[in-house]
């Protein structure tokens, strides 16, 4: 797979062409131009690599980054009357993700589930300055800025909504995982976040529900064991060779296999989304065992979890398989207490399409 390499104010690469960095000091930057400048690197980085056809970027120290999340960030608001203008839905009705979200809550409600949504924070969110964009402030003269305006301000109208977000970008970036590589939160050559990350967010989502009525009393008896795990990931390409270690925590039960005791369909809680649910858990393409969200979350309430992860789409297929399950298993939905909905954040501009799914008949 081809990459193309930004450097400084430079851009290496297939088409061998220069793009122009602006040289702004990150203690110069006045308030909303950081993150200005960052949308213009990531439109830059972006525009280079779709019109070479390639699918990932290359930043500093072998970092990669996809070139549809670089476009998400370039894009600013993506709901609303701005929704069909920056989305690469299918069908522009298909655009806006927020009544689509606001409508599954609302079955959610009226079946008596809560719903949690977990968007998954962009790399380039979290590592800007492995991006390479000298507009883009250093983490090394201090900690990193947010600089994703478009979906703080998204998770907050749904916040206004009654929609229960997970923002996790502050987490993040204060777990970046300066020093030791094996600590990143995102894989430097996979498109998924890291086992770390992983960890990070079960353990936000338990204290979420901590005093829940439907938590168990007793907890389940996981076991964790820590190990490394070499990986080339995703965005690597098979004859690039990239090669990365990350710090794994694997969740087992005596008797069983790592994963296997983690998952059942009977819980109160549904994880559901794309990849981001499946990796480290499902294996082979996955990459690991037992150390996904799904392992991690377990661990953590003390119970089983269900899981519904698809390898496409969080947006709209996996809400698809949430309807099938539920009108072919009578009663499935019944014991459900809370759907947790996790998918990547630049699936709000780069799926096909978010559609309303009656959920139950």
Same mark, same amino acid.
């Given at each position: 797979?081809?990459?193309?390499?930004?450097?400084?104010?430079?851009?290496?690469?297939?088409?061998?062409?220069?793009?122009?960095?602006?040289?702004?000091?990150?203690?110069?930057?006045?308030?909303?131009?950081?993150?200005?400048?960052?949308?213009?690197?990531?439109?830059?980085?972006?525009?280079?690599?779709?019109?070479?056809?390639?699918?990932?970027?290359?930043?500093?120290?072998?970092?990669?980054?996809?070139?549809?999340?670089?476009?998400?960030?370039?894009?600013?608001?993506?709901?609303?009357?701005?929704?069909?203008?920056?989305?690469?839905?299918?069908?522009?009705?298909?655009?806006?993700?927020?009544?689509?979200?606001?409508?599954?809550?609302?079955?959610?409600?009226?079946?008596?589930?809560?719903?949690?949504?977990?968007?998954?924070?962009?790399?380039?969110?979290?590592?800007?300055?492995?991006?390479?964009?000298?507009?883009?402030?250093s983490a090394k003269g201090g900690a990193v800025p947010r600089?994703?305006?478009?979906?703080?301000?998204?998770?907050?109208l749904l916040a206004e909504k009654g929609v229960m977000v997970?923002?996790?970008?502050?987490?993040?970036?204060?777990?970046?995982?300066?020093?030791?590589?094996?600590?990143?939160?995102?894989?430097?050559?996979?498109?998924?976040?890291?086992?770390?990350?992983?960890?990070?967010?079960?353990?936000?989502?338990?204290?979420?529900?901590?005093?829940?009525?439907?938590?168990? /009393?007793?907890? $389940?008896?996981? *076991?964790?064991?820590?190990? %490394?795990?070499?990986?080339? #990931?995703?965005? =690597? @390409? !098979? /004859?690039?060779? $990239?090669?990365? *270690?990350?710090?794994?925590? %694997?969740?087992?039960?005596? #008797?069983?296999? =790592? @994963? !296997? /005791?983690?998952?059942?369909?009977?819980?109160?809680?549904?994880?559901?989304?794309?990849?981001?649910?499946?990796?480290?858990?499902?294996?082979?393409?996955?990459?690991?065992?037992?150390?996904?969200?799904?392992?991690?979350?377990?661990?953590?309430?003390?119970?089983?979890?269900?899981?519904?992860?698809?390898?496409?789409?969080?947006?709209?297929?996996?809400?698809?398989?949430?309807?099938?399950?539920?009108?072919?298993?009578?009663?499935?939905?019944?014991?459900?207490?809370?759907?947790?909905?996790?998918?990547?954040?630049?699936?709000?501009?780069?799926?096909?399409?978010?559609?309303?799914?009656?959920?139950m008949q």
């Amino acid at each position: 797979m081809r990459k193309i390499r930004f450097s400084g104010s430079r851009w290496l690469g297939i088409a061998a062409a220069c793009v122009t960095g602006m040289a702004v000091q990150a203690q110069t930057v006045a308030p909303g131009a950081a993150e200005t400048a960052f949308r213009g690197a990531c439109a830059s980085r972006f525009e280079a690599a779709e019109k070479a056809g390639v699918m990932a970027v290359s930043g500093s120290e072998g970092w990669l980054f996809m070139t549809k999340e670089l476009r998400h960030l370039s894009v600013g608001p993506f709901w609303g009357e701005d929704a069909a203008k920056v989305s690469r839905a299918d069908k522009p009705q298909w655009a806006d993700p927020l009544p689509v979200i606001l409508d599954f809550k609302a079955q959610m409600d009226k079946a008596g589930i809560q719903l949690l949504l977990v968007p998954v924070p962009p790399k380039a969110v979290i590592y800007p300055d492995r991006l390479g964009a000298d507009a883009v402030p250093s983490a090394k003269g201090g900690a990193v800025p947010r600089l994703d305006p478009s979906l703080r301000a998204f998770y907050q109208l749904l916040a206004e909504k009654g929609v229960m977000v997970e923002d996790l970008t502050e987490a993040f970036i204060q777990a970046r995982g300066e020093g030791a590589e094996g600590q990143s939160v995102y894989c430097k050559t996979d498109s998924h976040w890291a086992p770390v990350a992983c960890e990070i967010a079960a353990r936000r989502i338990r204290d979420r529900f901590k005093t829940a009525a439907w938590m168990p /009393a007793e907890k $389940a008896a996981f *076991t964790a064991e820590r190990s %490394t795990l070499q990986i080339s #990931g995703d965005l =690597a @390409g !098979a /004859a690039n060779g $990239a090669r990365e *270690t990350l710090s794994l925590r %694997t969740i087992s039960m005596a #008797g069983s296999a =790592a @994963g !296997a /005791a983690t998952v059942d369909k009977g819980s109160p809680v549904l994880l559901l989304g794309d990849s981001h649910c499946l990796v480290f858990h499902s294996g082979d393409d996955m990459l690991a065992t037992g150390a996904g969200l799904v392992d991690q979350l377990a661990c953590e309430m003390g119970m089983a979890i269900d899981l519904l992860g698809v390898r496409g789409s969080g947006a709209t297929p996996a809400r698809l398989n949430l309807m099938q399950r539920a009108r072919s298993t009578p009663g499935y939905l019944a014991g459900k207490k809370l759907v947790i909905w996790c998918f990547t954040a630049r699936e709000f501009t780069e799926s096909q399409g978010w559609r309303k799914v009656p959920i139950m008949q």
